[in-house]
């Protein structure tokens, strides 16, 4: 019996009983799910996120957050074979599914990781130092980020449907924003069962996520201004997307990532039998191939010198001839069908578009013979290589996205030629290079920027680590402008500032400081009785400061810690040649010096409740200390952060050295790990 795909709404699952739509099978054309959202109520669930999942996302902090992800990602992972096998239906490999499946999992561990190591174990993130906004320092002002009060709703393409929803689940989630998640009905099935294990691990909190199975119908009517839009496709629905009204009307923040005419260009210098030659051809191939060429930031154009141009495409066409088209459940196959009929209607049509200004050198878009399937019945499609003999002058090669395993080559005569040529994609995702030589990369990078989200450098060097053309990183951005989308998936914690709000606090140091749970110069610093490191992480207080004795430095510290170190710097040694430098007054103490007596001065010997000191954050030297310059320290408790073993937690210490007339001649933040209960 064929599968009805069910939606995911306030927290149970809804089953359509009428107006279902077929999804078939790219490998055989057999019906392998029917989906349809007749019935369900998107007014209801968009209340019932912003109702319910909002907050109970918000109640948690960044640390819980990122543990649930964690769980997730575990979770998925155990059953990832299931998933695997169910993919092949949308026509991809093993080799494809090692990017959908492991990457999206990948993904989730990801930003586990990220947010335990980067984001605080509170709910609100204050970004940047504080800026006085007073003669006296009475009142300051600083920024900090919390999560919107609405609904992310994420529309993904059929590419990609297990990776595509979980890198924007992932940063959407430890941000503390419920989403509305809505794959491609093509590829929809997937999901689905992604989204059912999600939920049967029980790990979000109810109104979290919720899943729509086909049409959006009147989602996005009922969004407003405390919500997100995110969208990857084609740029004529992100443009639909875009200018509906309720978007437009609240000013919805849209992110989307959409077609991109993405290129690989290879350096003068890597001609024909050079390691960067070899490396360019195979992962113009790779990137023609993976999931049947449809990927955003699949190669569609191949800039290369003029004088390389007939050898590269021998090379590659050496290579295409090599890839076996089937079944792609079969080891010996290395290319599955696209994921569609229409999807490989529609690629017929842009390749024949893009012919009229370019000749076809390998393959046929309309012939293929698949190992062990049936080309009339699947969405099977042979690797095309076009030659475009005027790319200055052409215009569908930079404008028509063949959306499957196509791309054409385009020579150059000069580097600021080869810059022309890609910049007339109009803005893409991704572009690589390929040169040993640093001026061309110089050239290349600086001459094509502004036109792409990523650049990747593939050489001899980097060559055996490196990850290609086409796969985007948890930690780097992933967007593209102009034609691209304009927007910034990913990226490392920017994925997460999406969904949350910059505002912008303004009042006393001491109200900022119990506001945000951080202590900002100026607020109370009450000197403790008992020395706060033989306080527990617990019993520590955020203002907790010792007050140390002072030290005067002599010329014999300073001549015995350069031989004892080795630092004979003539500063510390020769007064003559000290007093001509510009910045000392004589012979000065070493600013590590100066540091290891700080220690000295504040660090309590006995065994006790602090454990390690494990480093030390924006340190800088204000003032020279001269000999005889006696030298106290104030330290003060910054901000407390859980670690990720509950036994301990990190406490960050301002650190501040003063010499005798109270002038601050060093400050650095010490990160101490102390034993909590």
Known sequence: MTKILDSYALDRWFTPQAGLVD????IDGRVVARASTRGLDFASMVRHARDVGGPALRRLTFHERADMLKALAAHLSAHKDALHALAADTGATKRDNFFDIDGGIGTLYAYASRGRRELPGERFVVEGAPESLSKNGTFVGLHVLTPLHGVAVHVNAFNFPCWGM???????????MPVITKPATATAYVAEAVVNLIVAANILPAGALQFVAGAAGDLLDHLTGQDVLSFTGSAVTSQALRDHPAVSRNAVRFIAERDSLNAAVLGPDAVEGTPEFDLFIAEVVREMTVKAGQKCTAIRRIIVPRAQESVVIAALSARLAAVAVGDPRRDDVRMGPLASRAQCTATQAAVREIAREAEIVFGDPDRVAPVGADAA????MAPVLLRCPNPREAKAPHAVEAFGPVATVMAYDTLEDALTLVAKGEGSLVASVYTYDPAVAEDLVFGIAAHHGRLVLIDRDCAKESTGHGSPLPGLVHGGPGRAGGGEEMGGLR???HYMQRTAIEGSPARLSALT????SGAPAPVTAEHPFKRTFDALNVGDTVETASRTITLEDI???AYFTGDTFYAHMDEAAAKANPFFPGRVAHGYLILSFAAGLFVDPAPGPLLANYG???LRFLKPVSPGDAIRVRLTVKTKQPARKPEYGEVRWDAEVFNQDNDTVARYELLTMSRRG
């Open 23 to 26: 999804i078939q099978s790219a």
């Open 166 to 176: 979980l890198e924007k689940l992932a940063p959407a989630v430890l941000a503390g």
């Open 377 to 380: 019945i699947g969405a099977f």
């Open 495 to 497: 994925g997460v500032f």
């Open 517 to 520: 749970r951080t202590w900002l």
């Open 559 to 561: 001549e015995h810690f």
């Open 616 to 618: 030390l954050d924006s």
